[in-house]
């Protein structure tokens, strides 16, 4: 069965950088692609990002560029995904989704989300 | 970048149908996914493409997407459907790729 685990709850201060992985199971990794999302306390969804797992290719939201990189190690199926200069906004729940890349497919499978929490 | 309208909440009576919907200019012409999302859960996925249902999920869940309106309904609504509801679709004109509306509350009175 298709499972995306991730890591566990971390705290931060302001400034610092935080990298959460995600790693598959269950499917070929490299014919997906995965999204990052976030989701703020009480707040909705919020897209963050997508990374091909086939050649590495990502796309991020301009208001993100320069703050995240996503990256994949292949060998491991596990997706990661660093955010930068962390402030205490950034505060959030934070989810791998196994994402097809076509428009007409939704995100079919998730994480079960890791705490991020940003404070001094 | 494009904009996805859901109303913060719908109620409804167990037993009858709940509509949710999510608003967008020519959303028509898009397609439209939907996410479950019960309290302490990770989202899943209801609907995609419009109208289809993922393995697993009961045919009571439906969507459809037409002019500036798409809708997901619920039939025969139960307890467990309390949660919350968000619409998605994919923009590639967009610097969101994915953009999510806001999320609708559903409550089974």
């Known amino acids: 069965q298709v499972q995306l685990v991730q890591s566990g709850a971390e705290v931060k201060k302001p400034g610092a950088s935080v990298k959460v992985s995600c790693k598959a199971s269950?499917?070929?990794?490299?014919?997906?692609?995965i999204s990052w999302l976030r989701q703020a306390p009480g707040q909705g969804l919020q897209w963050m990002g997508w990374i091909s797992t086939y050649n590495g290719r990502t796309s991020y939201p301009q208001r993100l560029q320069g703050r995240v990189t996503m990256t994949t190690d292949t060998s491991s199926s596990t997706a990661y995904m660093e955010v930068r200069s962390l402030r205490p906004d950034d505060t959030a729940i934070y989810y791998c989704?196994?994402?097809?890349?076509?428009?007409?497919?939704?995100?079919?499978?998730w994480g079960l989300g890791t705490l991020v929490t940003v404070s001094s | 970048s494009y904009v996805l309208t859901q109303p913060s909440s719908v109620s409804v009576a167990p037993g009858k149908a709940a509509r949710i919907t999510c608003g967008g200019n020519n959303i028509g012409s898009k397609s439209v996914h939907w996410y479950q999302q019960k309290p302490g859960q990770a989202p899943v996925l209801v609907i995609y493409?419009?109208?289809d249902r993922p393995s697993g999920i009961p045919e009571r869940f439906s969507g459809s997407n037409s002019g500036n309106t798409a809708t997901l309904t619920i039939s025969r609504v139960e307890a467990g459907d309390e949660a919350d509801y968000y619409c998605?679709?994919?923009?590639?004109?967009?610097?969101?790729?994915?953009?999510f509306g806001g999320g609708t509350k559903l409550t089974v009175l």
């Open positions: 269950g499917y070929t990794f490299t014919n997906f692609g």
């Open positions: 989704a196994r994402d097809s890349g076509i428009a007409v497919a939704g995100f079919d499978f």
């Open positions: 493409n419009d109208s």
């Open positions: 998605q679709l994919y923009d590639s004109t967009s610097d969101l790729l994915w953009v």
